[in-house]
């Protein structure tokens, strides 16, 4: 018997978990992105390339859409002038 000889179900839900765990730091990470954009640091041009999955969903289903918008607003509206 050797020290890998756990059980095999632990592979799955290891991995599951973490690709969650990617998948809502991706979703997250708009709204840091658009504060970037918003100070100038970060040309808009890419945006839409890199957030297209998300942007089709929230095209698709309304509600998502107004929910991003209010998460963007988070990460914006406390600054501006």
Known sequence: MSAN???RWRSPIVAGSVLLIL???YVLSIGPAY???FDGYL???WLSRLY???NWLC???GVLGALLQWYIDLWVEPWRA
Request: aromatic residues 6%.
């Open 35 to 37: 504060r970037l954009v």
């Open 52 to 54: 297209f999955p998300i």
């Open 5 to 7: 000889d756990g059980p």
């Open 59 to 61: 095209d698709k289903v």
């Open 43 to 45: 040309d808009p041009s």
């Open 23 to 25: 998948l809502a730091a």
